[in-house]
């Protein structure tokens, strides 16, 4: 990713379906949009993407990190609902064999400090963030959403 993706800004004003959009061309031919998943999967691809949005992540392996964390801890799904969600998903298991534990592993020590400063800002949150949030969320900006949740941008 060369260019600058304005959803990773924190008072961007696009609004979260513009950053998704952003998000999906920005990983075309790297991520499948939810669209194009089985139905069993699309949900959980669905509202992992938008984690990845309202928390300004991209795709490396120390932001996937950076957003199964955020997930867990910032997200009204809670770890063990998340994690339940992702060992049940054949096409998460799927990408969690494509890049293996040592990718895995990577990916986590390489966001280590990030990952403790998220720990800290999900106690900031003045509220989680919906694991499925409203429809009506996809025409606010992510500069207002994150300034009524509390998400800051690591």
């Known amino acids: 990713m060369n260019r600058p993706l304005h959803y990773r800004e924190q008072d961007s004003r696009q609004t979260l379906a513009e950053a998704l959009a952003e ?54 799904v809670g770890a063990a609902k998340y994690a339940l969600y992702l060992g049940a998903d054949p096409q998460a298991q799927k990408i969690l064999k494509e890049v293996g534990l040592a990718g895995f592993l990577l990916g986590t020590v390489k966001a280590v400090p990030r990952i403790c400063r998220a720990a800290v800002e999900a106690f900031r949150m003045k509220k989680k963030w919906p694991w499925e949030p409203p429809a009506s969320y996809q025409s606010r900006t992510l500069g207002e959403l994150r300034r009524e949740f509390g998400i800051r941008v690591i």
């Open 23 to 76: 998000y999906y061309a920005a990983n075309e031919g790297i991520i499948a949009r939810p669209a194009d998943l089985p139905p069993d999967s699309a949900a959980l691809f669905k509202n992992h993407d938008m984690c990845h949005v309202i928390f300004g992540l991209d795709t490396t392996l120390a932001d996937e990190a950076m957003s199964d964390t955020r997930t867990m801890l910032s997200c009204d």
